[in-house]
């Protein structure tokens, strides 16, 4: 399938960020061809006016002037929020690249999120950034399931980057996300990778909007065992299961002494930041 590419000037690559854990965003691109079928990000075609298909466009930001870093002193920069900064195009444009070498200069700590392997070719840089995490997500090792998924780098290819980013004397998360109920089994995840993850990050699948019924009818039709339990979970908004696996997820990693952060009950963790942004006013 043809992916429509289209430059676009951008004033500013630095936006504030509601997200909890970052002061910042940078999102070098509009759109991702990875496609996820649970994306939350496809609330963008709201504010960008594009009628195709979520996965089906990608916008290239172009911004001539160069990054303000001087206001990120001291702060932290999440990449990206809305879009896979690794993205195929990425390859082509190097946008993030020119990113992240402006970001040499800034004395921030720096977050980068993605699904693809892509982020190997920019080790050279990464290694010169201070305070620096890479996380990269992975939810399954099944490969059938990640394919249905998304068209990012394989369950593999994830795998070999995190074990080389380490290598590179990189901090590296594997950023469990989203965990899809019954599916994700998060102990085989961290038994197949904790040699090589400083961290763990844990995110529950949200489902809203018009993806939530096609998520719906994925489980009805693969997993039809599970569509009981997916329907208490996102029909009668019943938080038991995530309260259950919060417990096992805290056991687990305290018993085995795995550094981890549960992003669960993310809206309630977004309201919390506001609530504290507005004291502070």
């Not at 938080?239 to 096992?248: D, Q």
């Amino acid at each position: 399938m043809r992916i429509i590419e289209k430059e676009i000037v951008a004033k500013d690559l630095i936006t504030k960020s509601n997200l909890p854990a970052s002061d910042y965003v940078i999102n070098p691109y509009v759109g991702c061809s990875h496609a996820c079928k649970y994306c939350y990000a496809r609330f963008m075609k709201r504010f960008t006016g594009h009628t195709e298909e979520w996965g089906n466009f990608i916008d290239i930001k172009r911004c001539d002037k160069p990054m303000n870093v001087k206001k990120l002193y001291h702060k932290s920069v999440f990449i990206s929020s809305v879009t896979d900064c690794y993205n195929p195009f990425e390859e082509k444009y190097r946008i993030t690249r020119n990113v992240l070498k402006q970001l040499k200069e800034a004395d921030c700590s720096i977050t980068i999120s993605t699904k693809s392997a892509l982020i190997l070719r920019d080790i050279d840089i990464l290694k010169e950034l201070n305070h620096l995490k890479v996380a990269i997500s992975i939810n399954t090792l099944d490969n059938g399931f990640q394919k249905d998924m998304d068209n990012a780098s394989s369950i593999a290819q994830r795998i070999a980057a995190l074990k080389e980013l380490g290598k590179q004397g990189i901090y590296t998360v594997l950023f469990m996300s989203p965990i899809f109920p019954y599916i994700t089994e998060f102990k085989e995840i961290i038994e197949a990778t904790e040699g090589f993850v400083c961290e763990y990050w844990f995110e529950d699948l949200n489902l809203r909007g018009g993806y939530k019924q096609e998520i719906l009818s994925y489980i009805d039709e693969k997993y039809p065992q599970y569509l009981s339990g997916y329907r208490e979970i996102y029909n009668k908004k019943n938080l038991g299961y995530w309260k259950e696996l919060a417990s096992s997820i805290d056991s687990y990693c305290v018993e085995k002494n795995i550094k981890y952060t549960n992003y669960f009950y993310h809206s309630l963790l977004v309201a919390e930041k506001s609530r504290q942004m507005v004291k502070q006013v």
